[in-house]
């Protein structure tokens, strides 16, 4: 297959001074390497913007016609540093049979005749203990506020502008009095202990004074849990704005359109990237491709965990009359997350084990539409809203694998899950730092491949 020509690379990379998330890391100078980046979502864009400002050459491969086509492209748009806690929990496998039963639930579950799926939910039932999640939240936890400082770091850096920021906080509703009192019994007993975060526990009544647009609600809440400094935005205004910047960046090769097809191993080492456009050599590798990591993964001989977790969103235009919610809001019982992202209402929801299916349900999107309307009645136009489906990649555990992939120079960055967006800003400064020869900035127990 004939090689990819690539210009020729300068001997020294520039010395560039940034303002990292980590004031400890000092920019020095290292002989330039090539770096290919597969995947133009929000995780494979902010992992070439960061190498690119370690000083590595940069090239980025993706395969469909635009960047952000995948789980970036209409997402719930939340950034949510602090609800991290994975899907995996000691209640969920018995709450699931009620998901599955109930008609408006947020599962639905389709066997398949693949060991992925079965391996997948072997492994996410042996997650769902209390002491494995509660170990897995606060490393997410870590991971979440390091992400916080790395994306403000980013936008100051690539001055992002116009994306669509709004830091109005997080308020995590629940319908079920049982559920409610566990979560705030927690917090207190965390501030009784001197450990009390930012999440405050409302009533109904004070849920609604914080947000009136639940007032419209036909829900009776028992109560929520309101964090402030919790922020939304336009996920794909963002990796549409990192292009750009990219394109600018004098580390950056260019975008290739490409489907990427597997590794060139020699001597225990990957040399090369095969893709439609021909071989792409390079000193290292980044697997950021989403659902596609998973075989490209095992072209190089990695098996890594990671199913689709179908989810749906709608995003409905906003006009004079109509009374959004200004906050972030969740519906914990329903796994429906609303966000105002500028004029429009995004609602996303739902979590299919249904394999690689992309396509639009018309049943689950009607369930959505009744399940916010029934919410939210008054907070957009839903007959104008646009629909959306997406894929995405998550691990039993419910974090993303980082790092070194098993085989030299090829490096790991995927598994997000549902947090994609709010992890990708501190999941692409790890990565980079390691590539470049440097310690993670964060402690990667239960973060690694293994």
Not at 243 to 262: C, D, S, V
Not at 399 to 406: K, R
Not at 410 to 428: E, I, Q
Request: hydrophobic fraction near 45%; glycine fraction near 8%; charge should be positive.
């Amino acid at each position: 297959m004939a090689k990819l020509w690539l210009p020729p690379l300068l001997s020294l990379a520039p010395v560039h001074v940034c303002a990292y998330a980590d004031a400890s890391i000092k920019p020095r100078r290292i002989p330039m390497q090539h770096c290919v980046v597969i995947g133009g979502g929000i995780v494979g864009l902010t992992t070439a913007w960061a190498l690119a400002e370690r000083g590595l050459a940069v090239t980025l491969v993706e395969r469909a016609s635009q960047v952000a086509a995948g789980a970036s492209q209409a997402n719930g748009g939340q950034l949510s540093y602090r609800y991290v806690s994975p899907l995996a929990d000691e209640g969920v496998p018995l709450k699931a049979l009620r998901w599955l039963l109930d008609a408006d639930g947020p599962l639905r579950f389709k066997p398949e005749l693949r060991w992925q799926q079965w391996s997948w939910m072997f492994d996410f039932l042996r997650a769902c203990r209390g002491p494995v999640n509660r170990r897995m939240t606060d490393r997410l936890l870590a991971l979440g506020a390091y992400s916080h400082a790395a994306f403000d770091a980013l936008r100051s850096e690539a001055g992002l502008d116009e994306i669509a920021l709004r830091e109005p906080g997080k308020l995590v509703v629940y319908r079920k009095t049982q559920e409610f009192a566990r979560v705030a019994a927690r917090i207190a007993a965390q501030a009784e202990a001197g450990k009390a975060g930012p999440e405050q526990a409302l009533s109904h009544d004070e849920c609604v004074a914080l947000e009136p647009a639940l007032g419209f609600s036909d829900a009776h809440l028992a109560g929520g849990i309101f964090t402030a400094g919790e922020a939304v935005a336009d996920c794909r205004r963002v990796c549409d704005l990192l292009l750009q910047r990219l394109q600018k960046h004098a580390n950056f090769r260019g975008l290739l359109r490409a489907n990427a097809e597997g590794f060139v191993l020699r001597a225990g080492s990957a040399v090369a990237l095969r893709s439609s456009a021909g071989e792409i050599a390079a000193e290292h590798f980044v697997l950021a491709a989403g659902l596609q990591s998973r075989s490209l993964g095992l072209s190089a001989g990695i098996k890594l965990p990671i199913y689709p977790l179908k989810g749906y969103s709608l995003t409905a235009p906003i006009a004079a009359q109509h009374r959004p919610p200004l906050v972030s809001v969740t519906d914990f019982e329903k796994k429906v997350v609303y966000a105002r992202i500028g004029d429009s209402l995004r609602v996303a929801a739902m979590v299919d084990l249904v394999g690689d299916d992309e396509r639009i349900d018309p049943a689950r999107i009607a369930s959505l539409r009744r399940t916010v309307l029934a919410t939210f009645p008054q907070a957009a136009d839903y007959a104008l809203a646009t629909e959306w489906a997406g894929l995405r990649p998550a691990t039993p555990s419910g974090a993303p694998i980082l790092g070194a992939s098993g085989v030299r120079n090829l490096w790991l960055n995927v598994g997000h899950g549902a947090l994609g967006f709010t992890f990708s800003f501190g999941t692409a400064n790890i990565v980079a730092e390691l590539v470049a020869g440097r310690a993670s900035p964060i402690d990667l127990q239960g973060l690694q491949y293994s």
